[in-house]
């Protein structure tokens, strides 16, 4: 894969559940990002983190709630999910180094009964 | 404000033909354009970048992509089609790091035997 790792791959969660998807990179990248993919819809960027700080929030509902708590690390936890947030959630992450590449975990594949 | 069109949601081409993926973006800035490919339950993987340097850009697997500024395209080509470029690609553009890095809708490229 691409140094960029996401557990786990899939969850199955009810509408009161709370769980926390993880994304850690070991490129030794400073910044991460969360995306939420869906059918038959553009990538949607949801937060970024630069050195473990947010630096944007794109008018994500607060059910979704990113914490990043160094810079290897990045989690997205998730409480009163609705089914229309089912989806693949994709982590990525990027170096100034390296312009604007973003490097992609696998995803999670989240899906909200 | 920055934009990215990818022309068709699906192409199929028969092995061993040519591969032409479209892609218009409009950007205030000199932006970086990239071409990611993802295949079935996997994350976003970089085929090539553009970033000022050369305007034909050469990726991955065969594939290259040529940067025209008078027609705002960066067009994704390759001679050859495989079956294992059966997958889905991304044209994308940035111009100021990540919140400014917008993905197109995606093309979904089939190839039959």
């Known amino acids: 894969e691409t140094g960029v790792t996401q557990t786990p791959r899939h969850l199955v969660m009810g509408m009161t559940n709370k769980k926390s998807l993880k994304c850690e990179q070991h490129?030794?990248?400073?910044?991460m990002y969360w995306y939420k993919q869906s059918a038959k819809k553009p990538l949607e960027l949801m937060f970024v983190y630069n050195f473990k700080e947010q630096t944007e929030n794109n008018s994500v509902p607060s059910r979704f709630s990113p914490e990043c708590p160094n810079s290897s690390h990045l989690f997205l936890h998730l409480h009163t999910l609705q089914p229309e947030d089912s989806a693949l959630y994709l982590c990525?992450?990027?170096?100034?180094?390296?312009?604007?590449?973003?490097?992609f975990g696998p995803g999670t594949r989240l899906l909200v009964l | 404000a920055q934009s990215v069109t990818q022309l068709d949601s699906h192409v199929s081409v028969s092995e061993g033909t040519p591969v032409l993926l479209r892609c218009n973006y409009s950007s205030s800035y000199s932006p970086s354009l990239f071409w990611y490919v993802q295949h079935p339950n996997k994350g976003l993987q970089l085929l090539l970048k553009y970033t000022s340097a050369a305007t034909l850009v050469k990726g991955i697997n065969g594939f290259e992509a040529e940067f025209k500024k008078s027609e705002t395209s960066f067009h994704l080509t390759k001679p050859s089609a495989h079956m294992s470029d059966a997958a889905e690609y991304f044209c994308?553009?940035?111009?100021?790091?990540?919140?400014?890095?917008?993905f197109g809708a995606g093309t979904r490229l089939f190839v039959k035997a």
């Open positions: 994308v553009v940035s111009d100021g790091g990540g919140f400014k890095t917008i």
């Open positions: 990525a992450s990027s170096h100034p180094a390296e312009g604007e590449t973003q490097y």
């Open positions: 490129l030794g990248h400073n910044a």
